[in-house]
């Protein structure tokens, strides 16, 4: 069974460097009074599949243990290797978790210390709810931006492959043409050297008429004067 070992430790690290600059993205966020929903999904989606990646990780370096596929000293490094990544992930998980509590908090000072007391649940409901709904807004137009960019990437793909079709089209027209005037050619050449060879073989008779009537005039020549 192959080694996975690199290509997992890469997988792993490529992941909690996501995760590090979603985190930092989502505090500047924060900072300019933007939205964090949909990051926050991102974020959430990328700490799970660290987890699992991880305890793939972790079965992996068992298995290798187990049935002695690395040397003991490699095993170890591996082991170590583990429990550095697992603290990473935690710190990660940590540092979310402090930032979400403390957007929280900050939004609750806000409301208390704005110089607006909050008597009224409903209204306080309300201003949720609107906050929601401006959420929700945002978050639908970076979806329909996203989609506009992938509808455009599907109509170029298009366009590129109608200019494939057609540019093949064009080079089997070429094809088959050229296979026409090839096979023109070759009965052009066939019947030229018919009549090549017809030539040939009346030439030969000619020179062999030509012969005797040199023969007989010669012949009737002596005749007359010997």
Known sequence: M???????IERIQRLIQQLR???????????????VGMIDGEIR???????????????????????????????????????????????????F??????????L???????????KDTEALQQMDNKQLHQNQKQLQKEQDQKLDVCIDQLDTLKVQGKNIGNTLDEQNRLLNQIDKDMD???????NVNGKLKKFLQSSSYCCLYLFIALELVSLILIILFV
């Open 21 to 35: 600059s979603d985190i930092q993205k989502r505090e500047q966020k924060i900072n300019a009074n933007q939205p």
């Open 97 to 106: 978790d402090k930032s979400l509590k403390s957007q929280q908090d900050q």
């Open 45 to 95: 989606g990328g700490i799970s599949k660290l987890d699992r990646e991880i305890e793939l990780l972790k079965s992996l370096i068992e298995r290798q243990s187990q049935n002695q596929e690395i040397l003991q000293k490699e095993g170890e490094t591996r082991k170590n290797k583990l429990l550095e990544l697992q603290n990473v992930a935690a710190e990660l998980k940590q540092s």
């Open 184 to 190: 023109k050619t070759n009965k052009d050449m066939i």
């Open 108 to 118: 609750f000072n806000n409301r208390s210390n704005g110089g607006k007391q909050y």
């Open 2 to 8: 192959s080694d996975t070992y690199r290509g997992d």
